[in-house]
């Protein structure tokens, strides 16, 4: 039987009317199946708990999107397998030392494309962004942990029983740091150290890329990707380290945790801007003072390195994903209270300018204030070979240190072995 024309046409507007409300439901559903997952670092869980209130924060002024935080597992070979499976996490956290393999081998979006829509370059501290940056493509945003990497951490106890003073702001060159060094050794009856004044194997003071711009020795020419590890700079280094420690004091062997000087067995070290908090960790009674770390040529120096935000290839809502991205790298409150329950020290201009107010302790604000007051700062810039480098830097150093193998000698053949596996990866001919 056909329909009367006045139900044909209640008909028609029940279907549009339908039709629209499934359109609309659809929307709806489409909205709550956005859910960011932000893949963090395997850090202690007050760092997941504080980005999850940041987080949260975001949720509530964009109620289209939910975030899923957790930490990557598995370690970066299982990051690699989800990106080969097409699957990888929306945000995923890494340092410096990881974004030019991953961006080499295609893992990172580039975000150049995003950053230009946004006053991100001005938002965030500009030396920061030279950590990210490979091949002339930004594939990070400095945030998270990022800032000063080096201080002069010495005992103050220390200093007091030897009567040595020390002014913070005064830098030193080697030899006149090792002078300070060898007042604060102590030697038992039989000439056996009971504590050293600099151990060079402890805390920061073995690393390459830390090492390089205190002995003024670049570890790589980044315009022609010729190593540098054989220079004159870093052989005098070496060669003044062992006169001065392993010679000077053969029963000492050295190469302890970071920490020993909270252990009172080290008497100065060079350690980040997480030094303080870390050090009272291991004993609350400690009294450190924090000053310029030794150059060779006496200037204040500072190193930028940190952990970033990136986009791997293949994330499903990459706009998304960088409005987080945002959030997190600008928001004050979020990176004071990360400040706060971790010591992470954010890249954000504006939190770099409230920070000073809500710090007292004064070893921490000479890292804050260093990044100002530095005759130059030094930003690790990224490259593939970073880890063999450190690995061939690190054997030669234990050949040097250990007395088995000549300063010189030790740096050429790691020099060698680097050069040829930049060859061997395309960056060399």
């Known amino acids: 039987m056909l329909l009367s024309k006045q139900n044909q046409w209640f008909g028609l507007v029940f279907v549009i009317t339908l039709s629209m409300t499934l359109t609309s439901l659809t929307s709806v559903f489409a909205q709550e199946e956005i859910v960011l997952e932000v893949s963090l670092h395997e850090w202690h869980r007050v760092v997941i708990d504080t980005v999850q209130e940041g987080v949260t924060r975001f949720e509530e002024a964009n109620p289209g999107i939910k975030v899923d935080v957790r930490t990557k597992g598995g370690g970066w070979d299982a990051f690699v397998v989800r990106a080969v499976a097409g699957t990888p996490p ?16 295609g893992y990172l979006q580039s975000l150049d494309q995003f950053i230009a829509r946004t006053t991100l370059e001005s938002d965030i501290f500009v030396p920061m962004w030279e950590n990210w940056i490979w091949n002339g493509h930004t594939y990070a945003i400095p945030a998270l942990e990022t ?32 002078n300070y060094a060898d007042k604060l050794t102590v030697l038992d009856s039989d000439d056996n150290v009971v504590r050293i004044g600099y151990d ?33 700079e870093f052989i005098d280094g070496f060669e003044l380290f062992v006169d001065r420690i392993y010679r000077k004091y053969p029963s000492f062997q050295g190469g302890g ?56 290839v293949g994330a499903k809502y990459t706009e998304e994903s960088m409005k987080l991205i945002e959030f997190l790298a600008t928001d004050v409150q979020f990176q004071l209270d990360l400040f706060a329950a971790t010591g992470f020290m954010s890249a954000g201009a504006d939190f ?32 593939p070979i970073i880890g063999k480098a450190e690995g061939l830097f690190n054997a030669a150093v234990g050949s040097i240190y250990s007395l088995e193998t000549p300063a010189r000698k030790a740096l050429e053949e790691a020099n060698r072995l680097l050069r040829a596996e930049l060859v061997s990866q395309g960056f060399l001919d």
């Open 90 to 105: 929306d945000i995923l956290a890494f340092n410096t030392f990881n974004v030019a393999e991953l961006a080499e081998a």
């Open 147 to 178: 800032g000063p990497r080096i201080g002069l951490v010495w005992n103050q106890d220390m200093l007091d029983e030897s009567g040595i003073s020390i002014d913070p702001n005064q830098p030193l060159t080697w030899v006149e740091f090792l």
């Open 200 to 232: 060079p194997r402890n805390g920061q003071n073995s690393r390459l890329f830390v090492l390089a711009p205190l002995l003024n020795a670049p570890w790589l020419d980044y315009e022609t990707n010729e190593p540098l590890l054989d220079s004159i």
């Open 257 to 312: 945790g970071w920490y020993d000087i909270a252990y009172k067995t080290v008497a100065t070290t060079n350690l980040g801007l997480y030094a303080p908090g870390e050090i009272r960790n291991v004993d609350p009674n400690v009294k450190v003072t924090v000053g310029w770390p030794p150059h060779a040529q006496g200037l204040k120096t500072q190193q930028l390195f940190g952990w970033g935000l990136g986009i791997p």
């Open 352 to 383: 770099m300018a409230e920070l000073p107010n809500h710090v007292h302790d004064p070893n921490i604000l000479w890292y804050i204030n260093s990044l100002a007051e530095a005759d130059e700062v030094n930003s690790l810039r990224p490259h």
